[in-house]
């Protein structure tokens, strides 16, 4: 599977919060058409905490690392985005030592069974599923993000059947859903740091 140091797993968190505060306008954008305007606000919040957490800390190993993002995740974001991000996390620490596709896939795993929901609901796992689907394949890091990213459009025109924006029923077609984008910043961050 892909190698993952110490260091690199360090550079994925800070470069996802790299892209996530870059992308908070556009987040809580799109979070504005189907929701409640806040997913762009609630993952920098997060993210700037968890940041602030790796700068003030030092970590045994990168399990110990992840962990530490995923309860700053639960604990600093109010609202859906952060127990499943924060899910994501503390799954994908625990599942480390068996290899980064399959430690991508229980946080994956984990995020569904969180939320109860499944590929389809116009959800991040429309996402998350495609680019897990990519990794165990064995695909290279442009394709895992190329099927990140085909994940994240398929959401445009789906109805959403999960979280506020299921509150829209068939007016929710029409847009990307917030949590889509904001995972294939997730991804796209991994590609960087971990890519080789
Ligand atoms: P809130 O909806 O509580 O304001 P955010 O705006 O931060 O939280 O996050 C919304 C995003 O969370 C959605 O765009 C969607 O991708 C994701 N989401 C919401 N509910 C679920 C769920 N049950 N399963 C998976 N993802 C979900
Ligand atoms: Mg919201
Ligand atoms: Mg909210």
Redesign the pocket.
Same mark, same amino acid.
């Given at each position: 599977g892909v190698a993952v140091g110490r260091v690199s797993v360090e550079a994925w968190i800070r470069e996802y919060a790299r892209l996530i505060a870059e992308a908070a306008p556009r987040l809580t954008e799109l +979070?504005s058409a #189907? /929701? $409640?305007a $806040?997913?762009g606000a609630? %993952?920098s919040r997060g993210m700037a905490a968890v940041v602030a957490a790796l700068d003030s800390s030092s970590f045994d190993d990168d399990g110990a690392l992840l962990k530490k993002v995923g309860m700053t995740l639960v604990s600093t #974001?109010g /609202? !859906?985005?952060?127990p %499943?991000y924060g899910t994501f996390f503390l799954r994908v620490s625990s599942a480390l030592g068996d290899g980064f596709p399959a430690a991508f896939r229980a946080g994956v795993d984990g #995020?569904a069974a969180r939320? @109860?929901?499944a590929v389809g609901?116009k959800?991040? %796992?429309d996402t998350l599923v495609p680019a897990a689907d990519a990794l165990e394949a064995g695909k290279d890091w442009p394709a895992v993000v190329d099927a990140a990213s085909a994940g994240r459009n398929s959401t445009v025109p789906l109805v959403a059947r @999960?979280?506020?924006?299921s509150y829209l029923g068939e007016r929710s077609a029409g847009h990307l +859903?917030?949590? !889509?984008e904001s995972s294939f910043l997730l991804v796209r961050a991994a590609a960087s740091a971990l890519g080789a």
């Open positions: +979070d #189907v /929701g $409640d $806040d997913h609630n %993952l #974001v /609202g !859906a985005s952060g %499943l #995020v939320g @109860k929901s609901e959800t991040m %796992l @999960k979280g506020r924006a +859903d917030p949590g !889509a």
